[in-house]
């Protein structure tokens, strides 16, 4: 028999995880990682960090290299999948190598979203996901004094510590939308801008983006619904992250907001599975799908699909309702860990 | 970003892929930049025009001494073949490639996808802006030199000129589009890729007075027996000697000279001691198989007293061995091949400069010794380019025939006269008065065949009195890196001494005291030099490319010490890496 070629598409914890019970339960199998990204598997959430020089880009990194050569995985950096043909049980790379896989994982991650409303801004914003981003961010902050926050979400919120930390004039424009996907109530919001405040932000609440325009010497103005004008170096756009699966569409794979999977994890073709920020999990008791975005839900959803390619069968729970604690703010979120 | 600009670049492809023009375009481009390069192409198979072909050239501001033990950027223009080079490319080398090939290729067919994570891969349509430049896919090369200069930031004004330089017997237009396919390649590079890497030649001309002679080791022998004014190359083709013949073939007819394509390499040494006895420069280029079948003559040369230069590049060895492999285990055959107590010269150079210098002198030791000269080169050192301030290139030259070994007085000639250096006054065939015999037998001083022991004892001292005369008053070799007494001391020759020198750099770097020493001349031995360098040594080692350490054993005597061998076969040089390791672990 022909030994199996796993292949997962992402190098974050859901494709990490997955690749270590791959790895346990087949030792004979290829299992192959592939990442549009050219940097080791690292903690995201340690970027802020990283931005204000904190933290090295060696201190990100998750686990050394050498892991993956002793546990012969075959890791590809900087390699994106443009095209997946199911039928033929193909992923196609950007620089025009077709891989032929016997069970695929998608673990694409998930992207900043930016709500559709603001779509004609977005060349104006900058939003932090990748090392890449933050390595550029890193390289302008000196010159970067004020900075205008749209959105809000968790991820904002410890950013904003962070640019204030140097100084930086920090304003929040808190909009109803803000803090999606969790549900503030009126008194977690309050605080969360309080909290805000007290570090030195400038928190504007109740008010809209309703237009940007670059200023001809640099930096950008930013108009409010309520006719406010700011002027600023940068524009962060934080509206949380959302699944990162536009080159699927037309793969014949069921894509709503991320790759819609049953509870094991399993998309309508078999032996193609999905895990992590990029999945949109059927549940049957709900009779629904659930997206859940962080990285421990990335980790645990890994791990179940990688048990399941191997031949068991087990769900992927709902995500447990957690009271987080984030910045002394205490919400209630599915998998999203104080990191 | 830390400005670095030493780099060893590999352009790979396929034959008729055009990656080893391109890295003669890379090396003179650099050279009229003002850097220094040290360029070894390699072909995996016998006869070129097939199967892989890699051109490495290292491009530094301090001469390079070796191509580096790894590369730090490697250009594809042929995936497969580009794939079995990347071992050979650093952790955190560079890959240029094609990322357009037209269509989906399978699973690892493709070099991209074997980029590992601390390298860095560079993407560009190879084929589809060569297409836009020469309207055919045949300028990926010159396409290639553009994105390397657009990434690495180097002054396209050197690239411009060389690329003329190369394609100068072509016509107009073919070097408008190659120039054209260079500056395409350059735009796409500083417009579409964004840098990732470290090396960066700031677009920097530098000084370099002078001309500049951009030469192998193989076209430095040739300069060098055009220089000194040979009347006959004589010769069997083998790699990797040939190129010393195509060239003196062109040349010679010119020169009032000859090249003659003998039947076997017994016949060319045949040729070139006829010469000789003729009194006309002569010189024959072989390799390790052909020196075996000339050991006979080399050996009748000895015994008649006839000048001969032979040039030997080694391979790979024994018998036809590895042809397009570099190896320095000719020694043994050429200081001691043939039969009976049989005294030669046996010259190493270090680089393409000395190829040229000791090929010059190697004329005028073997007539005013009247013996045979063996000049050691190997595949490596007879292939690699380096750029050489031309005038550097010059040498002595006394006459085909010197005036003053010719017999005067009153006596009667004696052709072989026992003297106290062991040479004896020269006379050629015809001259009138000078009539003599000249045999492979053992002869008086006269030349007349005679065995009785005393004659045969007093002639062979004779004739190794004449080499004796040598080590004496050859002018030696200077000592390389720490004065005074030394933690290690390095006794090397031929082509890997430039991987020792940069290895005692590193040492010396370190905190070691480390020094070298490298014969040239490296028989007969200069016992002197190599004994006040073994005093100097507390540890004392001997570094050359063969498996059974043939220098270390010939100078053993001499050196009658312990001392580390350093010794082994590889695919190419000696990995300076290597040497560095050995050293240090044979220290206390
Ligand atoms: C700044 C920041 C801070 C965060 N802080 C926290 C926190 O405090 N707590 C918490 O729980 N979560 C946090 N998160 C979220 C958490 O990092 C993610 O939920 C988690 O990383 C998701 O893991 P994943 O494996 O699903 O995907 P990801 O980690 O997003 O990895 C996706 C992978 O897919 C690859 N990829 C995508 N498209 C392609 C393609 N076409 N071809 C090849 N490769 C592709 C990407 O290169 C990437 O390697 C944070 C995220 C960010 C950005």
């Not at chain 1, 995985?73 to 049980?89: A, C, E, H, M, S």
């Not at chain 1, 994982?105 to 779509?119: A, Q, V």
């Not at chain 2, 290292?58 to 042929?78: H, K």
Request: charged content about 25%.
């Amino acid at each position: 028999m022909q030994s199996e070629h796993y292949v997962i598409i992402g190098n974050g914890p859901a494709a990490n995880s997955a690749a270590d019970i791959l790895r346990k339960g087949d030792p004979d199998a290829r299992i192959t990682l592939i990442s549009d990204e050219f940097f080791p598997y690292y903690h995201r959430h340690l970027l802020r960090h990283y931005i204000l020089g904190k933290k090295s880009k060696e201190d990100l990194i998750v686990r050394p290299i050498s892991y993956y050569r002793e546990n012969r995985i075959r890791l590809r950096l900087g390699q994106k999948v443009v095209r997946i043909d199911l039928q033929t049980r193909t992923v196609f790379l950007a620089h025009m190598e077709k891989v032929h896989y016997t069970r695929l994982l998608i673990c694409l991650g998930g992207k900043p979203r930016i709500p559709e409303i603001h779509y004609v801004y977005s060349e104006y914003f900058t939003a932090i996901k990748t090392i890449d981003d933050a390595e550029a961010f890193r390289e302008q902050l000196p010159g970067i004094r004020s900075m205008v926050i749209v959105g809000g979400d968790l991820i904002s919120v410890k950013m904003a510590a962070s640019f204030l930390e140097t100084g930086m004039n920090v304003r929040f424009l808190i909009d109803e939308d803000a803090f999606w996907p969790l549900k503030l109530d009126d008194d977690q919001r309050r605080d969360f801008t309080e909290r805000l405040s007290a570090r030195g932000a400038e928190v504007i609440s109740g008010d809209v983006l309703a237009g940007v325009e670059p200023e001809t010497e640099g930096g950008f103005r930013v108009r409010t619904r309520n006719g406010l004008s700011l002027s600023c170096d940068r524009i962060g756009a934080f509206f949380g992250l959302i699944p990162d699966v536009d080159f699927l569409v037309g793969s014949g794979l069921d894509i709503d907001r991320g790759i819609l999977v049953n509870e094991y994890l399993q998309t309508q073709f078999e032996g193609v599975y999905a895990a992590g920020d990029c999945a949109q999990v059927y549940n049957p008791d709900l009779k629904n799908y659930w997206v859940s975005i962080g990285w421990d839900n990335a980790l645990h959803l890994g791990q179940i699909a990688a048990h399941n390619i191997l031949g068991s069968d087990k769900t992927a729970d709902l995500p447990p309702l957690n009271l987080l604690n984030s910045d002394g703010v205490k919400v209630q979120t599915a998998w999203w860990r104080d990191l | 970003m830390p400005f670095r600009d030493d780099i060893v670049i590999k352009i790979c492809g396929s034959a008729g892929d055009g990656s080893i023009s391109a890295v003669d375009i890379l090396n003179r481009a650099a050279a009229l930049m003002g850097y220094h390069i040290l360029n070894f192409d390699s072909y995996p198979a016998e006869i070129r025009g097939f199967g892989k072909s890699v051109g490495t050239t290292r491009i530094s501001r301090v001469r390079p001494l070796t191509p580096g033990d790894r590369a730090d950027c490697l250009v594809s223009l042929n995936d497969p073949h580009t794939i079995t080079e990347l071992p050979t490319l650093n952790e955190s080398g560079i890959v240029i490639y094609e990322n357009r090939p037209g269509s989906f290729l399978e699973e690892d067919q493709v070099i991209a996808g074997f980029i590992m994570p601390g390298m860095t891969g560079y993407g560009a349509p190879l084929r589809d802006l060569s297409v836009t430049a020469v309207q055919s896919a045949r300028s990926r090369n010159i396409i290639s030199l553009g994105i390397l200069a657009g990434i690495f930031r180097m002054h396209p004004d050197g690239f411009e000129e060389a690329i003329r330089i190369r394609f100068s017997g072509k016509k107009d237009s073919v070097v408008k589009s190659n120039i054209k396919a260079f500056h395409l390649g350059r735009k796409y590079a500083l417009d579409e890729i964004a840098k990732r890497d470290q090396i960066d030649f700031g677009e920097q001309l530098l000084e370099r007075p002078g001309e500049i002679s951009i030469m192998s080791g193989n076209e430095a022998v040739a300069e060098a027996c055009i220089d000194s004014r040979i009347r006959l190359y004589a010769g069997y083709p083998i790699t990797p000697a040939t190129r010393i013949m195509e060239i003196l073939a062109k040349t010679l007819p010119d020169r009032d000279g000859l090249t003659v394509q003998t039947e076997d390499e017994i016949s060319a040494i045949g040729h070139v001691l006829g010469a000789g006895f003729a009194g006309k420069r002569a010189v024959t280029a072989t390799s390790g198989p052909g020196l075996c079948l000339m050991t006979e003559l080399i050996n009748w040369a000895v015994m008649a007293e006839i000048p001969a230069v032979v040039i030997d590049c080694q391979r790979g060895g024994p018998s036809t061995g590895l042809p397009t492999r570099t190896e320095q285990s000719d020694l043994n055959i050429a200081v001691s091949g043939g039969s009976g107590d049989s005294p030669r010269v046996v010259l190493a150079p270090t680089n393409v400069e000395e190829c040229y210098t000791l090929t010059r002198e190697s004329f005028e030791i073997a007539e005013s010794f009247q013996a045979p000269v063996i000049v050691l080169l190997d595949f490596f050192l007879a292939n690699r380019i380096e750029d050489i301030d031309s005038k550097r290139l010059t040498g002595e030259y006394h006459g085909e025939f010197p005036g003053d070994l010719v017999h005067s007085g009153n006596e009667p000639f004696k052709r072989f006269k026992l003297t106290e250096s062991g040479i004896s006054p020269r006379a050629l065939p015809g001259m009138a008065g000078l009539l003599h015999t000249v045999t492979g037998l053992e002869h008086d001083q006269k030349g007349m065949p005679d065995y009785e022991t005393k004659n045969h004892r007093d002639m062979t001292a004779k004739r190794f009195r004449k080499m004796e005369t040598l080590a004496r008053i050859w002018r030696g070799s200077d000592p390389f890196g720490d004065d005074g007494d030394l933690d290690a001391g390095i006794v090397s020759w031929g082509s890997t001494v430039g991987s020792v020198m940069e290895a005692i750099d590193i040492l010396r770097g370190q905190g070691v005291r480390a020094g070298g020493l490298f014969p040239r001349l490296i028989w007969p031995v200069q016992a002197e030099q190599l004994a006040a360098f073994s005093r100097r040594s507390r540890q004392l080692f001997v570094a050359e490319m063969n498996y059974s350490g043939q220098l270390a054993s010939l100078y053993a005597i001499n050196l009658s010490r312990k001392f580390g061998r350093i010794c082994g076969v590889y695919a190419g040089p000696v990995p300076v890496q290597d040497i560095v390791d050995e050293i240090l672990r044979g220290l206390p």
